[in-house]
């Protein structure tokens, strides 16, 4: 496989919240294209790792680097890692009362791309992505996140990831609440995104895997990558467990 | 612009004002004189006339009110208002007849472009009267009145007569005493019978002149079985001394009739707006306040409804801003006073930069209002922690029968909303802007859509001061 080119560079990070360190020197590379997928328990630090990449200020780095496109991340602020073209997947999506998810999406397009978009480009490129993701129009009308169902939240993370075209894209847990249908319409959206950007995926399960197929896959515990291999890890994973990886350390 | 004087304004863009545009001005203060004086300029009936002297006495010996912001109150210099100022010599139905500097200032608000798009007719009114006023054709042609104050007095003496001061005596409270005795300027509407009148009518109120006194006084009348919206918005300039604006509205709606009133009030930092508005409804009536504070140093106003005919409505919307050295005290009142009422208030304030908002709500159902039904929510959103919210509902319930419902809720925003939106290309200023946009939503959609535009730009320049 040809090697794309490098989006996102971990070297040695570890990072604390509130004096706790969660993150105990973590790297990884991630070329455009590439899907990395981390698996881990409860814990280990697989949606920490999200949040500091994406800038969470509650996050302190204490050593090691990020690097994406090649500069180091510390400089921007977490809008700006949003308009230099990088996207989360919350695990929880904050809730926004009273603002529209048509108003919200075009609003966080424009602020992303950095140019006015006409009402009516904006709706047809809204109407394909929606379509792609078998969402109905009355989403648009609702309020972001307010009184969404798990799987309804999720599906408006991917349609914003369709929209926002990122050049690296975080998914934090987007799998899990979903039932099969909603699985696959969220790996399809995944997919779609895949080939132009680098993709890490955290999950618990080897599910999604079954529709998103990962290049590498890592292991994790207690702040490290313990483990990293190709898709076979995850089912080995899935069915065994990390205890035979914890009598490694 | 000096930095200081950049300071002073901030962001408020309605600040600017003209020159003075004076053909008469009365001097500072007010005694009996000046009151019967403004009477006699507008060659009034003498029945006006003694209303007002006689509400001037007891704005004289009526107390301050005890509840609100008393100090600020007390800090009021009634000797150095202006108490009438005209500038125009006559209400002109043509914008170019308006004399250009006024007729600048209006186009710079947007009203004659709003005019053309959206209403059914417009009152300009520049300090004590009405410079432009207008109604669609065919809306006169179906009956309907829709004058200034003055203008409907001279017209229609017997309906003035017979309403004025019915739903607000002079008695009511200092400033509603204060109205009368110096009133001018305001809207007068009638709705005949059955009468729809499908696009709202607008009054834009405009201070300009410095330490001036704007008391404008609105009747509104919808007969059986009609409907009007009627919008307001008010802007004033920015000054170092302090303005005071100080309205009287009452609403009757008759019998199945609907009343929906939506104002904006923008008023400069300066400006103490202590106005009361108050609607009778009849059987089976609406009475709607949908009511917006964003400006001014002091506001003080409970849109109120008295529910007086069996299966009648209230609906009270507010939403208050309160920035820097701003008091926002806004409410509503609700008394049911007939069987099977209903109401509806829906409160929403939101304090920044050690700015204050009180919530002062009332609810009465007197003994003989059974099966009345209520229901009042009071969100507050506080922005940091240096600002202010306050709630003191007060419930007066004579009937067993009620069924009531009270939430209050006071909320901050939180880190995960603003890194959410952040991680979505917003700045925190911008993510702030939409929160409080959303916060506000249940109030904006009510507006006609060119007013809840406009807000929301208006919140949005807002947010742009309260990042540090």
């Not at chain 2, 002109?92 to 059914?120: C, H, M, S, Y």
């Not at chain 2, 007086?308 to 208050?320: C, F, K, L």
């Not at chain 2, 208030?345 to 009332?362: A, D, E, F, Q, T």
Request: charged share 25%; hydrophobic share 35%; with cysteine.
């Amino acid at each position: 496989m040809k090697m794309g080119e490098e989006v996102l560079r971990i070297e040695n990070l570890h990072v604390s919240v509130e004096g706790v360190e969660i993150l105990k020197g973590l790297t990884l590379t991630i070329h455009k294209g590439e899907i990395h997928a981390i698996m881990g328990r409860n814990g280990a630090g697989k949606s920490t790792l999200a949040n500091v990449i994406m800038g969470h200020p509650a996050y302190e780095i204490t050593q090691g680097s990020i690097h994406y496109m090649s500069k180091p991340l510390d400089e921007l602020e977490v809008f700006e890692r949003a308009r230099a073209g990088m996207f989360l997947s919350f695990q929880y999506p904050a809730v926004i009362p009273g603002v529209q998810v048509g108003t919200f999406l075009k609003k966080s397009t424009q602020s992303v791309r950095q140019v006015e978009l006409s009402a009516r480009d904006f709706r047809k490129e809204l109407k394909d992505a929606m379509g792609m993701l078998n969402m109905d129009s009355s989403f648009l009308s609702r309020y972001v996140n307010d009184g969404f169902s798990g799987g309804e939240k999720k599906r408006l993370e991917i349609l914003q990831m369709l929209l926002l075209q990122p050049k690296l894209a975080l998914l934090d847990e987007t799998d899990s609440g979903l039932d099969i249908d909603a699985l696959k319409i969220v790996a399809q959206g995944i997919n779609m995104v895949a080939p132009l950007a680098g993709c890490l995926i955290i999950t618990h399960y080897q599910r999604l895997l079954d529709h998103v197929k990962p290049d590498y896959v890592h292991a994790m515990i207690d702040g490290r990558i313990v483990e990293s291999g190709g898709p076979e890890l995850a089912v080995k994973l899935e069915e065994q467990g990390y205890e035979w990886l914890e009598q490694h350390q | 612009m000096s930095e200081q004087a950049r300071d002073a304004v901030g962001d408020y863009r309605y600040g600017f004002h003209d020159p003075e545009h004076a053909t008469i001005r009365f001097d500072k203060g007010l005694s009996e004189q000046v009151v019967r004086d403004i009477s006699a300029l507008k060659n009034e009936p003498e029945w006006m006339t003694e209303v007002r002297v006689k509400a001037y006495h007891h704005f004289n010996e009526r107390p301050m009110p005890k509840w609100g912001n008393c100090s600020e109150l007390n800090n009021i210099k009634f000797d150095d208002v202006t108490y009438f100022l005209r500038s125009s010599k006559q209400t002109e139905k043509n914008w170019d007849d308006v004399p250009e500097d006024i007729k600048n200032t209006f186009n710079r608000l947007g009203i004659p472009e709003a005019e053309q798009k959206w209403l059914g007719g417009v009152t300009a009114q520049y300090e004590s009267e009405a410079v432009y006023h207008s109604i669609r054709e065919d809306l006169e042609a179906q009956g309907v009145i829709f004058l200034d104050m003055d203008s409907g007095l001279k017209q229609y003496p017997d309906i003035v007569k017979t309403y004025f001061g019915t739903v607000v005596p002079y008695s009511d409270n200092k400033f509603a005493a204060l109205n009368t005795a110096v009133w001018s300027g305001g809207s007068f509407i009638y709705v005949p019978k059955g009468v729809h009148v499908e696009m709202p009518v607008q009054a834009y109120f405009r201070i300009n002149a410095k330490n001036m006194g704007q008391f404008e006084r609105t009747l509104i009348i919808a007969d059986e079985g009609s409907s009007i919206h009627y919008v307001e918005g008010c802007t004033a300039p920015t000054y170092s001394t302090d303005s005071l604006h100080s309205a009287v509205v009452e609403l009757i709606a008759m019998k199945g009739a609907k009343i929906r009133y939506s104002t904006v009030q923008n008023w400069s930092s300066n400006v103490y707006n202590l106005v009361t508005k108050r609607g009778v409804a009849y059987e089976n009536s609406t009475i709607e306040w949908v009511d917006g504070n964003i400006g001014s140093k002091l506001t003080m106003k409970y849109p109120s409804v008295l529910l007086r005919g069996e299966g009648a409505h209230a609906e009270v919307i507010s939403v208050a801003y309160a920035g820097e050295g701003q008091h926002q005290d806004a409410g509503a009142k609700v008394h049911h006073l007939a069987p099977n009422t209903t109401s509806n208030i829906l409160s929403k304030s939101i304090s920044k930069n050690g700015g204050r908002s009180s919530y002062r709500g009332m609810l009465q159902v007197t003994p003989k209002a059974s099966g009345c039904r209520s229901k009042i929510v009071c969100d507050a959103l506080l922005l940091d922690e240096h600002s202010r919210s306050d709630t003191y509902p007060t419930m007066e319930v004579g009937n067993s029968t009620a069924d009531l419902e009270h939430e209050a809720s006071v909320s901050k925003i939180s880190g995960d909303q603003l890194f959410y939106l952040m991680s979505r290309g917003f700045s925190e200023k911008e993510a702030m802007g939409l929160i409080v946009n959303g916060f506000f939503e249940p109030f904006t959609r009510e507006l006609p859509m060119e007013y809840a535009v406009e807000l929301n730009k208006l919140l949005e320049l807002e947010m742009e001061g309260s990042i540090g």
